[in-house]
């Protein structure tokens, strides 16, 4: 099965990163960096400027790539595309989270992601350690 490519937004503020907990969807009440599916035509960059955007209000620069997680779950492969992103104007709202938390690196472990996304907090806190 050919992997689904989906992206997610690392965003930093005062050292914490934002997160927000599903409303919807197989991963209903987990927790998950902002992003969505790329769509056909889209960049990685384009459609995370563009789920930033519908999922939060805001509108954002998206900048260097992180991370490709690709995982196998029953239901489907996903490739997580994750990317350093900056919030440029709006006021972040809950359009498809019931709730949205900064977070510190090293606090993240105690959330219930999705595996894909465990890798990207692994990550971020090696860099955090390095």
Request: overall charge negative.
């Amino acid at each position: 099965m050919k992997p689904v490519a989906v992206t997610a937004a690392i965003i930093e503020r005062d050292g914490r990163i934002l997160i927000g907990r599903r409303k919807r969807g197989h991963f209903t009440g987990r927790w998950e960096f902002p992003g969505g599916k790329v769509e056909e035509g889209e960049t990685p960059e384009e459609c995370l400027r563009r789920e930033l955007n519908e999922e939060l209000g805001i509108e954002a620069r998206i900048g260097e790539f992180f991370l490709s997680s690709v995982y196998a779950y029953k239901h489907v492969t996903i490739d997580l595309l994750t990317y350093r992103a900056e919030i440029l104007s709006g006021k972040i709202s809950l359009n498809d989270h019931t709730e949205l938390r900064w977070v510190a690196v090293r606090d993240l472990q105690g959330f219930d992601f999705p595996e894909a996304d465990k890798a990207v907090i692994e990550k971020l806190q090696s860099e955090e350690r390095a």
